[in-house]
């Protein structure tokens, strides 16, 4: 996508949106910089623009340079802000230990956990290799960012940080299995966090999505259902929740799934999410 087809994507959908224009400044509120994973598309890509448009300064985490530089290009035509790259894989080993040195001596204010990747398929049928990367990436990863960043919130008592879970964080999907899993933990653990970091003035957040029009739906070959929503709903969702919630579900059709969820036997809910999945699977709709 070229920087003349962002200018009329990303940016101005925020543009006349109530919700948008009367958000907090967050770095007032938070701190300078704001650090993003899986900032070179989809959910993080939305967050960079609308954060940079609000004057946060960013750091920018993705396994693909050429694409943050294009983002970095665009947000820095539009908005007097710093903007720091950082591409890397967050599944590498020491991972950490780039990210520390990148950032050291700055005021990290937000932290937003993004990156992430799913899979589909028999549980027994997919590659093991698969299924440890995508632990490594939604699970391990944004613990390990998590308790490297919160002890300089904490002395700073203030500070807020960001999960990206699912609606499969509160209803398991069989076919979808080690991913509902890593986004159950990611919602679990913001849930904890929430507590115990409140006393402290650090704001913690897990987000929702359903079916989001993003990359991560064609890579992962999940189908974003009948009610598809964009990044950049999934975005306000986020920051018009954030200090005000423990976890947010985007969409209303999302939380009234979630909701009807909550009353049915649990046996009935997997079966019928399992059929759902399975018809998907073997009509090939999960690749849409």
């Not at 007097?80 to 591409?87: E, Q, W």
């Not at 589909?120 to 995508?134: A, F, L, P, Q």
Request: charged share 25%; hydrophobic share 40%.
């Amino acid at each position: 996508m070229t920087a003349k087809q962002k200018d009329l994507s990303f940016p101005n959908v925020f543009i006349g949106n109530p919700e948008c224009n009367n958000m907090t400044n967050y770095k007032t509120k938070y701190g300078q910089y704001v650090l993003i994973t899986g900032a070179s598309s989809g959910i993080g890509e939305a967050f960079a623009y609308k954060l940079a448009s609000l004057n946060s300064d960013l750091i920018l985490v993705a396994r693909r340079e050429d694409r943050l530089l294009t983002i970095k290009k665009e947000i820095q035509r539009k908005h007097s802000v710093d903007v720091i790259l950082i591409p890397l894989d967050l599944t590498e080993e020491n991972f950490i230990e780039i990210i520390k040195e990148k950032t050291k001596g700055l005021e990290i204010g937000m932290l937003i956990n993004n990156a992430g990747f799913g899979s589909t398929g028999n549980y027994v049928d997919i590659e093991s290799d698969y299924e440890e990367k995508m632990i490594k990436l939604n699970c391990i990863a944004p613990s390990i960012l998590t308790h490297h960043f919160v002890h300089q919130m904490k002395e700073r008592k203030k500070g807020a940080i960001i999960f990206l879970g699912s609606v499969v964080s509160f209803i398991s999907v069989p076919f979808m299995t080690t991913y509902s899993a890593t986004k159950a933990f990611n919602t679990f653990l913001a849930d904890g966090l929430w507590y115990e970091l409140k006393k402290f003035n650090v704001d913690v957040l897990s987000v929702n999505p359903g079916g989001t029009d993003t990359e991560f739906q064609r890579i992962s070959k999940i189908s974003g259902g009948p009610f598809v929503r964009k990044p950049e709903d999934v975005v306000v969702t986020a920051l018009k929740t954030l200090g005000k919630k423990v976890a947010v579900i985007d969409g209303l059709m999302n939380k009234l799934n979630v909701f009807i969820s909550k009353f049915l036997p649990r046996k009935l809910v997997l079966s019928l999410s399992g059929k759902v999945s399975e018809k998907l699977l073997k009509t090939g709709k999960y690749e849409n």
